[in-house]
């Protein structure tokens, strides 16, 4: 059952000056923020920086030591978690994938797989499908149970560039048709930034926040990931002239979908994927030198912030 009308103002998730301890350690403290229906936010900071920690405390997996975490009443989370304990060596197909954390209509299986662009795939193995696909069937089995907020931690692990547009692009889509709220965790910064309403950026603590405009922008960002972070958003929106479906053809900025790419189509945003040439694409993002292996954001974070400097509308340093 959806949240009622009247509760849709309300955020589904606060948290308020959240703190988890462990082993004498604060993993992450004055954690404060919401989630509402429709709204994307995006947890983004470096390894170990809390991020599951978070959203485990936010749907109620890990409970705080100190703080509050308020929930709406009825509040139904579908959550993809970052690792799943699945045996490879035993034959499992999408369709059983799909009803593992419970039993699920044959039609609701079927509207989920199709709105992720697996339909065809109910009875392959899930051995067999790319990074893509799995990650996609891990969306549709989140969603088929339709939830008022789903948690998506890293969803793009083992996706290929293309792949990762597909799967934010789906998100949107989630959100648009179904006016759930997303709770998103990243540390990839390019696709990210355009996909989110508000970013959050962790490292133990809220380090800032806002808008992914003010908080690419921000000094603390900068000094979390690296100057050329701060022009992913820039990156995005220039050259995302085309869209990957989910099923691989593509869809073009004037409403035309091909099979494929046009030569001519700004791509990928200098990801070197290692292993193949994109010369033909050079002059559209020479200048995008994102390097996709080993993902070597630089992160310079310096316990002192120093405080001089200016924060962009939006960004609110915490
Ligand atoms: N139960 C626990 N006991 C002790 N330390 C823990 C526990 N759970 C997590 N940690 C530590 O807390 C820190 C934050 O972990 P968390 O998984 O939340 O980070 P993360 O930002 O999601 O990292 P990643 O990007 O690598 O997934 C890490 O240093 C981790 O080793």
Known sequence: MPLPATSEARPLVSLSNVGVRR?????????????????????????????????????????????????????KVGYVPQKLAIDWTLPLTVRRLMTLTGPLSDSD????????????????????LSGG???????ARAMAR?????????????????????IYDLMKTIRNTTGCGILLISHDLHVVMAATDTVICLNGHICCRGTPQAVTQSAEYVRLFGSRAAQSLAVYSHDHDHTHLPDGRVLHADGSVTDHCHPEDGHHYGHDHAGHDHSSHSRD???????????????HHT????????????????
Request: glycine letters at 12%.
């Open 285 to 299: 993002h020479a200048h995008h030198d994102h390097e996709h292996a080993g993902h070597d954001h630089a992160h």
């Open 23 to 75: 082993s004498g350690r604060w993993l992450v403290r004055g954690v404060d923020f919401s989630v509402s229906r429709g709204e994307i936010v995006t947890l983004i900071g470096p390894n170990g920086s809390g991020k599951s920690t978070t959203v485990k405390t936010a749907i109620g997996v890990i409970r705080p030591d100190e703080g509050k975490v308020t929930r709406a009443s009825g509040l």
């Open 133 to 139: 696909e799995f990650q996609r069937a891990l969306m």
């Open 109 to 128: 299986m079927k509207e989920a797989l199709g709105a992720v662009g697996l339909s065809h795939m109910r009875d392959a193995e899930v051995q067999h």
């Open 146 to 166: 339709k939830p008022d907020l789903l948690v998506l931690d890293e969803p793009v692990q083992g996706v290929d560039f293309s792949g990762e547009i597909a």
């Open 303 to 318: 316990a002192d912030d120093g405080h001089g400097h200016k924060h962009p509308a939006g960004a609110r340093h915490v």
